[in-house]
């Protein structure tokens, strides 16, 4: 795929002939009126958590963060329960957004004590999030953002009990026995320091370090241990551990490969049509937190409305919620489709911006709508057709959120050669760590010796820090050259430097 931009009056050319063939073809039933009461919304299954999500869930941010005047977020969230939607997600850094969930909250009866209706909390999952990477001190270290809406004081486990007063308490930091959140996510990684940073002190956990991450924190509220000694209660308040990225899919992977515990169980992660425009998390990321069973949900459908009016630039104040439904040139229909045939995902968040009773203005409704979906529900063929019909959008630079580069696919990394000899027998062992892919998935690595192909490896998702090998028995003495070839799905190809077996004997 290029990644070319063109000029405007092409790209306006484009953009009419490619939206009048799209709504001739996969778009058509939507455009002229498709059924968009869901009677019962589809479901598929969170990973290994097991929990059967709807196939659109509600997102924490757009009117419930920066609530426009006209607009009550309370409603929102009540509608979406209402419609059948059973995961919602939010954040420490969304403003007002717990808030918000835990008025809806109380009308719900999902306050543990008097009235408490256990059978409904029991049906929802319920993710938030916190960007502080330490539970127990606070280093400043080049590379590791730690940001609250609270206090960081207390750390990450601060953060959670902040989460669960104002969605459960009374938002000065109490809450009642029995108040659970069902996966805290490790807030936008960026960078391999706040990776360093989340896993301080987990497989070594001491109660007397001055510095423990938030991985070690969690896991103590989630197991009801005191391993770190911030858990002192002993407390279960969570179940499940995950994290999220939007920008750079190679540290999102190495969280991953990092996990020696199953530790994290769900990823949230940037996903769109303009997602191999940059460097891509479809052929990445994606592959090997499916390949470890991990429940995959997806954000930024919609680049955060700058596939509409929005400028491509993080969202700040209520002007910046989109509050309409797709537009004449981009339906949003297709957008979530292919988010949600992007293999391996679940579920996608998708914020909203306007509720209405007039279905065809009425953002949660068209979206579930269009959200009822198979994982193979469109072709190849037709995910490409959303591609370019979303290519040029803000001149193509829709995806600011996300590393640039990746458009070819990268050469193995850390190529290492050992050999050994026992008599007359000789084997020279080659190992590496997966390759980044371009805008094509990876096929396999070819193993060159002095120029000649001698065999190849199949590239699989790279599950942890566990290298590709590859033994070769050679029966002379000589010195020789190695290399391994990336190999993608186009038969592009991406070459390692050269790793010497000297000679021996």
């Given at each position: 795929?290029?990644?070319?931009?063109?000029?405007?009056?092409?790209?306006?050319?484009?953009?009419?002939?490619?939206?009048?063939?799209?709504?001739?073809?996969?778009?058509?039933?939507?455009?002229?009126?498709?059924?968009?009461?869901?009677?019962?919304?589809?479901?598929?299954?969170?990973?290994?958590?097991?929990?059967?999500?709807?196939?659109?869930?509600?997102?924490?941010?757009?009117?419930?963060?920066?609530?426009?005047?006209?607009?009550?977020?309370?409603?929102?969230?009540?509608?979406?329960?209402?419609?059948?939607?059973?995961?919602?997600?939010?954040?420490?850094?969304?403003?007002?957004?717990?808030?918000?969930?835990?008025?809806?909250?109380?009308?719900?009866?999902?306050?543990?004590?008097?009235?408490?209706?256990?059978?409904?909390?029991?049906?929802?999952?319920?993710?938030?999030?916190?960007?502080?990477?330490?539970?127990?001190?606070?280093?400043?270290?080049?590379?590791?953002?730690?940001?609250?809406?609270?206090?960081?004081?207390?750390?990450?486990?601060?953060?959670?009990?902040?989460?669960?007063?104002?969605?459960?308490?009374?938002?000065?930091?109490?809450?009642?026995?029995?108040?659970?959140?069902?996966?805290?996510?490790?807030?936008?990684?960026?960078?391999?320091?706040?990776?360093?940073?989340?896993?301080?002190?987990?497989?070594?956990?001491?109660?007397?370090?001055?510095e423990i991450g938030t991985l070690a924190a969690l896991r103590d509220l989630r197991d009801g241990t005191n391993l770190t000694g911030l858990n002192p209660d002993e407390e279960k308040l969570i179940r499940h551990?995950?994290?999220?990225?939007?920008?750079?899919?190679?540290?999102?992977?190495?969280?991953?490969?990092?996990?020696?515990?199953?530790?994290?169980?769900?990823?949230?992660?940037?996903?769109?049509?303009?997602?191999?425009?940059?460097?891509?998390?479809?052929?990445?990321?994606?592959?090997?937190?499916?390949?470890?069973?991990?429940?995959?949900?997806?954000?930024?459908?919609?680049?955060?409305?700058?596939?509409?009016?929005?400028?491509?630039?993080?969202?700040?104040?209520?002007?910046?919620?989109?509050?309409?439904?797709?537009?004449?040139?981009?339906?949003?229909?297709?957008?979530?489709?292919?988010?949600?045939?992007?293999?391996?995902?679940?579920?996608?968040?998708?914020?909203?911006?306007?509720?209405?009773?007039?279905?065809?203005?009425?953002?949660?409704?068209?979206?579930?709508?269009?959200?009822?979906?198979?994982?193979?529900?469109?072709?190849?063929?037709?995910?490409?057709?959303?591609?370019?019909?979303?290519?040029?959008?803000?001149?193509?630079?829709?995806?600011?959120?996300?590393?640039?580069?990746?458009?070819?696919?990268?050469?193995?990394?850390?190529?290492?050669?050992?050999?050994?000899?026992?008599?007359?027998?000789?084997?020279?062992?080659?190992?590496?760590?997966?390759?980044?892919?371009?805008?094509?998935?990876?096929?396999?690595?070819?193993?060159?010796?002095?120029?000649?192909?001698?065999?190849?490896?199949?590239?699989?998702?790279?599950?942890?820090?566990?290298?590709?090998?590859?033994?070769?028995?050679?029966?002379?003495?000589?010195?020789?050259?190695?290399?391994?070839?990336?190999?993608?799905?186009?038969?592009?190809?991406?070459?390692?430097?050269?790793?010497?077996?000297?000679?021996?004997?």
């Open positions: 795929m290029k990644n070319d931009i063109i000029p405007a009056v092409t790209r306006r050319s484009f953009l009419k002939k490619t939206t009048s063939a799209a709504l001739g073809t996969i778009f058509a039933p939507y455009i002229s009126g498709c059924n968009i009461d869901v009677a019962q919304p589809m479901v598929r299954q969170l990973g290994r958590i097991g929990f059967e999500a709807t196939t659109f869930a509600l997102g924490g941010q757009a009117s419930l963060q920066w609530t426009p005047d006209d607009v009550d977020p309370v409603n929102i969230i009540l509608k979406a329960f209402d419609l059948g939607i059973n995961y919602y997600d939010t954040s420490n850094l969304y403003g007002p957004s717990q808030l918000n969930f835990g008025k809806a909250f109380r009308e719900l009866d999902l306050i543990p004590g008097a009235g408490y209706n256990e059978s409904l909390r029991k049906s929802i999952f319920l993710t938030t999030k916190t960007h502080i990477r330490w539970g127990k001190g606070t280093p400043e270290i080049e590379g590791v953002s730690s940001r609250s809406n609270g206090s960081t004081a207390e750390g990450a486990v601060g953060d959670i009990k902040r989460s669960l007063s104002q969605m459960f308490g009374d938002g000065q930091g109490n809450y009642p026995k029995g108040a659970y959140l069902d996966m805290v996510l490790t807030h936008n990684l960026n960078t391999m320091a706040e990776v360093d940073a989340l896993y301080t002190g987990l497989y070594d956990t001491d109660p007397k370090a001055e551990i995950g994290f999220s990225g939007h920008y750079s899919s190679p540290v999102m992977m190495e969280m991953i490969h990092r996990d020696k515990e199953n530790l994290l169980d769900g990823m949230l992660v940037a996903i769109n049509s303009n997602d191999r425009l940059r460097f891509n998390m479809q052929h990445n990321v994606i592959p090997v937190a499916k390949a470890r069973n991990m429940g995959v949900i997806a954000m930024k459908v919609f680049a955060d409305g700058a596939m509409y009016t929005k400028e491509a630039t993080w969202s700040r104040v209520p002007d910046h919620v989109v509050r309409s439904v797709g537009s004449k040139e981009i339906p949003s229909k297709p957008l979530v489709e292919y988010a949600l045939t992007t293999p391996g995902i679940d579920t996608a968040i998708i914020g909203i911006g306007e509720i209405s009773n007039d279905k065809n203005k009425c953002q949660l409704r068209q979206n579930i709508a269009s959200a009822q979906i198979t994982p193979n529900g469109l072709t190849e063929t037709e995910r490409q057709e959303v591609e370019d019909l979303t290519k040029y959008i803000k001149e193509g630079e829709t995806n600011y959120f996300q590393l640039t580069g990746g458009l070819k696919p990268g050469v193995p990394r850390q190529p290492v050669l050992t050999q050994t000899v026992d008599n007359s027998d000789r084997e020279v062992k080659l190992t590496w760590d997966t390759a980044y892919a371009g805008t094509e998935s990876l096929k396999c690595y070819e193993i060159y010796r002095d120029n000649e192909k001698i065999g190849q490896v199949e590239h699989k998702p790279q599950i942890s820090k566990d290298p590709f090998v590859y033994n070769d028995k050679v029966i002379d003495k000589d010195r020789h050259v190695y290399k391994i070839v990336t190999v993608d799905k186009n038969d592009r190809t991406a070459d390692s430097e050269p790793v010497i077996a000297e000679t021996v004997g």
